[in-house]
C-alpha cells in the first residue's frame, strides 16, 4: 500500500452508459477512520460511484484504489475487504433473519468457531434479537436496513460502503444508524455514505457535493458553510411571510427567497445591503412586527446555492 | 474455489426451495404427472380399432364365421351392427367408429360357387397412420382366411396343400411389442431435461429480479462457486427424479431394467449437469423469471420432445432435421436408456452416445460459466 492512511482514492473517474455520462471526472480522497459523505440528489451518479468502488462494475476511464486496491485489476481483492449495503434491500426476503446472517457468514468463509459469536454480535449491534427466526419478508423497512447494515458489518470489513442507508427509514432507526456510524469511525472503520438527506450530512467528517456525476464542492460541513458558500442568508420572521415571497425576490441586492418553515430565508451576495432593501420595503408598507438576521447558512442551503451557481453556468453555455 | 461458500449458497438455496410451494410442486408432482400422462395417454399401439358391420347376407352361417375372425382378434372391436350406409357414414363422420366392414348379400353364394366374393372395407383416413396399419390388419385377417378356404377346398378334393412360407417371427427386446416400453424411458430424459434447466433458469434470474445479486456481487464469491453452489441442490433434485421415474417405470408401468443401475447414475450425472448448465446459460441471457422459464421451455421441452427420437423416430426426418438432432443431448441419453432398460447394453456399444453426453455437460458448463462471468463480474 502507497500510503496507510488512504482508504480510498480516485482520479478523474469516468462511467459511461452508452451516450449518457452518469459520472464525470471524479477525484477526492478518503482517510482511514473517517466518514465520509457522497451527498446529491436522485440520479447524480452517486450509486455508480460507489458501485465502481466496490469492484460491482468497471471504470470507463480513471483510476483508483480502495483499500489500497487497484479498482480495475483487484476487484476481487477489494470484495474481500469492504462491506457494501446497497440502496434497495437485496438480502433474501424468503430466508429468516438468522438464515441470512448465517449465509453471508458462509460467503465471507467466517469460521466455524467465531460464527455464533459474530452472529450474536451482528443481532446485537442490528437490535434484532426479537426477529431473528422471522422470516425477512415479514419484518419492516426500518428493521431490514438494520439486518442489512448487519450482514454488511459480519466480516468485519475496514471499510464499508452505504448507499442511503437511511432512505425510508424512521427517525429512531436513522439516529440509530448514525449512532453505529459514529461507533465504526472510532473503531477506525472507513464508512463512505451517500445521502441525501443534508441535515445527516452534518455527521460527516468530510464531504463531497455531486451533481449531474460532476463534483461540485469537497470539504467539511464548517468549510462548506463558510468558505465554499459565497452567498449570505438572512431569516426574516414575519406574519404572513408567504404573501411578501414575490416582492422580497424582486428586490435587486436579494439574489433568492424560499420559505423555510413560516419563515423566509433570502439568500444575497451583500447580507447587509439586502438586510437594509428588506427594512425599507417593509416599512413603506406599514408593517411593524418584524425581524431580520443573518444566519448561518444549513448544508441544504449551500446545496441549493451551488447547484444554482452550476446550473445557470451550464445554461449560458 | 472455496467449498465453505458453495456449501453457504447450497444451503440457502435448499431452504428457498423448500419454502417455494411452487418450485417444490414443480420437482416433485411435475415428474409424476408427466410419467403418469404419457404413459397411460400417448401409446403407440392400435388395437381394439372400433369398427362397425353391416352384414347383408346375415342368414349364412358361413359369413358368421367370417366374422368370428374379427370378433375374436384384440385388434378389432365390433361396436355396432347396422344395415344401412347412411348409419356407417354418420359413425366415420362422427369418429364413433373408425372402420366399417360391408359384406354383400352374395357373399356366401359367391364362394360357394367357387367365384370371387367381394369384400368392402370402409377406413377413416383422417388418421393416415393408424389408417394405414387398420386397414392392414384387416387384409392380414383376410389372407389367413383366404388359406384357409384353400386348403378346404384341396382337402375335399383329396389333395394337401404345399406349405406355404412359415415365418416364426421373434421379437427381441420388447416381446409383446408394447409401444408404452419404448415411450418411458424417453418421458424420462425428457422429465430430467426440462425439470433441470426450468430450474436453475429461474433460481438465477430470481435473483436478477429480486435486487439478491446486488449483495452478493459486491462479495468476494467467484463465478464457479455461485454456479457450482446452485448446481447442487437441483443435482439433487434432478436425481431425486430419476430415481421416482425408474421406480414408477418398473412398477406402474412395468418396464423391465436389464442394465446396470451404476452405469445408469454415471451417464445421467453427465446428462444432468448439461441440462443444469444450460438452464444456467438461459439465466445468465435473461434477467427476468418469465422470460428464462420461456426460454428454457422452448429450449428444452420442444426439442427433446419433437427431435431426440422420443416418439418420432429420427431415420424417418428430412436430411436437414436430422442434422439438427445430433445438437440435442437427449437424444443419446433415450438411447442410452433404451439400451440400459430393454436390451441390458453395456459401455461397449453405448460408448458413442456417452461420449457425446460426456461432451455436451463440459461445453455447457464451460459456456455457462463463462457467460456468467462476464454478464456479472
Given at each position: 500500500m502507497p500510503n496507510d492512511n488512504i482508504a480510498v482514492s480516485v482520479q478523474s473517474l469516468v462511467k459511461k452508459f452508452g451516450d449518457f455520462t452518469a459520472v464525470n471526472n471524479v477525484n477526492f480522497e478518503v482517510k482511514q477512520g473517517e466518514v465520509f459523505g457522497f451527498l446529491g440528489p436522485n440520479g447524480a451518479g452517486k450509486s455508480t460511484t460507489i458501485r465502481m468502488l466496490c469492484g460491482i462494475i468497471s471504470p470507463t476511464s480513471g483510476t483508483g484504489t480502495v483499500g489500497g486496491y487497484d479498482i480495475v485489476r483487484e476487484q476481487h481483492k477489494i470484495k474481500e475487504h469492504i462491506g457494501y449495503m446497497s440502496q434497495?434491500?437485496?438480502?433474501?426476503?424468503?430466508?429468516t433473519v438468522e438464515e441470512n446472517i448465517d449465509f453471508y457468514s458462509g460467503i465471507y468463509k467466517i469460521p466455524r468457531a467465531e460464527r455464533k459469536e459474530r452472529t450474536e454480535e451482528v443481532i446485537r449491534l442490528a437490535d434484532i434479537e426479537g426477529f431473528r427466526n422471522r422470516l425477512t419478508r415479514t419484518i419492516s423497512g426500518g428493521w431490514k436496513q438494520r439486518l442489512a447494515l448487519g450482514c454488511a458489518l459480519l466480516h468485519h470489513p475496514k471499510i464499508i460502503f452505504l448507499d442511503e442507508p437511511t432512505s425510508g427509514v424512521d427517525p429512531i432507526t436513522r439516529a440509530n444508524f448514525w449512532k453505529i456510524i459514529k461507533e465504526l469511525s472510532d473503531k477506525g472503520v472507513t464508512v463512505f455514505v451517500t445521502t441525501h438527506y443534508m441535515d445527516e450530512a452534518e455527521n460527516c467528517n468530510r464531504m463531497v457535493m455531486i451533481y449531474h456525476g460532476e463534483m461540485i464542492a469537497m470539504g467539511t460541513p464548517e468549510q462548506m458553510k463558510t468558505e465554499i458558500m459565497k452567498n449570505e442568508i438572512l431569516e426574516v420572521v414575519m406574519p404572513s411571510a408567504e404573501n411578501w415571497l414575490d416582492k422580497i425576490s424582486g428586490l435587486a441586492s436579494v439574489k433568492e427567497t424560499a420559505l423555510f418553515g413560516v419563515n423566509l430565508h433570502v439568500v444575497t451576495h451583500d447580507a447587509q445591503k439586502a438586510g437594509l432593501d428588506i427594512k425599507n420595503l417593509l416599512e413603506a408598507e406599514g408593517i411593524k412586527n418584524y425581524s431580520i438576521a443573518k444566519i448561518k447558512a444549513s448544508l441544504e442551503d449551500v446545496f441549493v446555492s451551488l447547484i444554482e451557481t452550476y446550473d445557470e453556468e451550464h445554461k449560458e453555455k | 474455489m472455496n467449498f465453505k461458500r458453495i456449501w453457504a449458497i447450497s444451503s440457502k438455496e435448499f431452504i428457498q426451495i423448500k419454502r417455494d410451494p411452487r418450485s417444490l410442486a414443480l420437482a416433485i408432482v411435475i415428474p409424476v404427472l408427466l410419467l403418469i400422462i404419457f404413459g397411460y395417454g400417448l401409446s403407440l399401439d392400435i388395437d381394439r380399432v372400433r369398427t362397425v358391420v353391416w352384414n347383408q347376407d346375415a342368414s349364412s352361417e358361413l359369413t358368421r364365421n367370417f366374422l368370428l375372425n374379427f370378433k375374436y382378434s384384440k385388434y378389432f372391436k365390433i361396436t355396432r351392427y347396422t344395415d344401412n350406409y347412411r348409419d356407417i357414414e354418420h359413425m366415420i363422420d362422427s369418429g364413433e367408429v373408425m372402420m366399417a366392414l360391408v359384406i354383400p348379400k352374395d357373399f356366401s353364394h359367391y364362394l360357394e360357387s367357387g367365384k370371387k366374393a367381394p369384400l368392402q372395407l370402409l377406413v377413416d383416413g383422417s388418421d393416415s397412420n393408424t389408417a394405414t396399419i387398420a386397414a392392414g390388419y384387416v387384409r392380414a385377417v383376410v389372407a389367413k382366411y383366404n388359406v384357409e378356404l384353400l386348403t378346404q377346398a384341396f382337402a375335399a378334393h383329396g389333395y394337401t396343400l404345399p406349405k406355404p412360407v412359415d415365418m416364426r417371427s421373434r421379437i427381441w427386446f420388447n416381446p409383446g411389442l408394447n409401444s408404452r416400453w419404448y415411450i418411458i424411458p424417453g418421458v424420462i430424459a425428457m422429465i430430467i431435461m426440462i425439470i433441470a434447466a426450468l430450474l436453475t433458469s429461474i433460481c438465477i434470474s430470481r435473483e436478477w429480479e429480486r435486487g439478491t445479486m446486488e449483495q452478493l456481487i459486491s462479495t468476494p464469491v467467484k463465478p464457479p462457486e455461485l454456479v457450482i453452489g446452485k448446481f447442487l441442490p437441483y443435482f439433487a433434485i434432478g436425481f431425486f427424479d430419476l430415481f421416482v421415474a425408474v421406480v414408477m417405470a418398473r412398477t406402474v408401468f412395468g418396464v423391465p431394467f436389464q442394465g446396470s443401475y451404476l452405469l445408469l447414475i454415471l451417464l445421467s450425472v453427465f446428462f444432468l449437469t448439461g441440462a443444469l448448465s444450460q438452464g444456467i446459460l438461459i439465466s445468465a441471457s435473461s434477467k427476468t423469471q418469465l422470460l428464462a422459464s420461456q426460454l428454457a421451455t422452448l429450449t428444452t421441452f420442444i426439442p427433446t420432445m419433437l427431435?431426440?427420437?422420443?416418439?418420432?423416430?429420427?431415420?424417418?426426418?428430412?436430411q436437414a432435421v436430422q442434422a439438427i438432432t445430433y445438437l440435442i443431448p437427449a437424444r443419446y441419453y433415450i438411447v442410452i436408456l433404451r439400451g440400459l432398460f430393454l436390451k441390458g447394453n453395456g459401455m461397449d456399444v453405448m460408448w458413442d452416445e456417452a461420449l457425446f453426453l460426456v461432451l455436451f455437460a463440459f461445453l455447457m458448463f464451460s459456456i455457462a460459466i463463462r457467460k456468467f462471468k462476464k454478464k456479472v463480474f
Open positions: 434497495k434491500f437485496s438480502l433474501y426476503d424468503d430466508l | 427431435l431426440s427420437g422420443f416418439i418420432y423416430p429420427i431415420f424417418n426426418m428430412p
